[in-house]
């Protein structure tokens, strides 16, 4: 069985083509690496501007270093002290966070040429003509892969529900969550609220003590959030309410919570319905080849888990993460020496000129690189069949 991991990397190269008409706004609505979710970007502080817990982070994360980091140390303290106030804010920063991904999303979604698409097409006819399962795990927040997923089923997977994720021969795993993915507060509005005005993000950050009692009571079900479904052709121009996702609890009659883990560094967790462990677990025993996209592998967790279930046998992982040849490094460290490692390290320039992707945008050895390379340049293909 073949799997594929897609880290923050993919998404930040996920078009080896824009559109010529949707160039403008391309720099300001490019899916972030970590270090850029709290970006300068006109379009980001707007977005930002709207969630003031995660706002009064801004002075101190423009001077940090690392963004995981920051959040990593937040974190520990609001757990160390119990700290209500801390921890409301940091509440604050996964609504912002589930807002902008899910904007940058939908912005993104029909102007290029989908890098993702292009793969999960591979990926489909390989599964169809070898009848066999093939597992994606995804650590990024944003919906580009479903999007992309949608395409290649014609419409027929629409993410309407969590199961819909791992319905298919191709599984969907999102260990970190997803800006789509949230729980139901337990009671509903009036009951959590009151009846005034004020959305549930502004509730639990106006009133911290309550917040950590409210949150910790978060029903164990997730539910997709989403103003459409995926299966849909929304245009990307379209306006999406600011704090669509904390104002359209009516959709559930009950206030929601994000599902997505914080960006913190020591990313020793995952935030996956039961269901999607289940599937997880029972099939990396059936690993024998892997393809990394994007991902820097400073997802301890999993790498514990993967290394749990494959130790016995040997794996042949190719990388394709721009020239960063320190995932090679940390893969050997935490799954042995034992395996395959292959890096990708193609510079392939674009294919005509009707594309107008900058040289600033087309990164040497990155996810774009890779997919012309299959598909154009002889590269092998993984799902070749």
Known sequence: MKMVILGAGASFDWTYEYYPQDVIDVDEWRPPLANQLFDTRGVFRGILE????????????????????????????????NNAVLMAKLFNV???????????????????????TALLSSIYEYTEAKNEEVLIVSFNYDLLAEYAFSDVYGNS????????????????IKPHG??????????????????GPKTIDEFLLEDPES????????????????????????????EIPKNFFARNSANYDCPTFPRMLLP???????????????????????????????????????????????????????????????IVTTLKDRLGHQHKYETFQHMVTPLNSSIVKTPSQFTPGGFSSYTISVNSS???NMFKF
Request: proline share 3%; net charge negative; with cysteine.
């Open 50 to 81: 709207g969630y003031q817990g995660a706002f009064s982070f801004i002075n101190e994360i423009r001077l940090a270093p690392d963004v995981e980091e920051f959040f990593q140390q937040k974190w520990n303290f609001a757990k160390k002290y």
């Open 264 to 326: 913190y560094k020591e990313k020793d967790d995952v935030i996956l319905p039961p269901e999607h462990m289940s599937i997880l677990t029972s099939l990396l025993p059936e690993i024998s080849e892997v393809l990394v996209i994007g991902w820097k592998g400073t997802e301890f967790k999993f790498l514990e888990t993967l290394k749990e279930y494959i130790s016995n046998k040997i794996i042949k992982f190719t990388t394709v993460t721009a020239r960063d040849f320190s």
């Open 378 to 380: 002889g590269y092998d």
């Open 94 to 116: 996964q609504y912002y966070l589930q807002d902008l991904l899910y904007q940058i999303s939908e912005r993104n979604r029909n102007i290029g040429t989908s890098n993702y």
């Open 157 to 172: 997977l629409i993410f309407e529900n969590i199961e819909e994720y791992i319905s298919k021969k191709i599984k969907i």
């Open 211 to 238: 917040s950590l009692e409210i949150v910790e009571k978060l029903e164990s079900q997730y539910v997709l959030n989403s103003p459409v479904r995926i299966g849909t052709n929304k245009s990307n121009n379209e």
């Open 178 to 195: 997803s800006c789509n993915w949230c729980s139901l507060l337990k009671g509903n509005n009036v009951e959590i609220m009151g009846s």
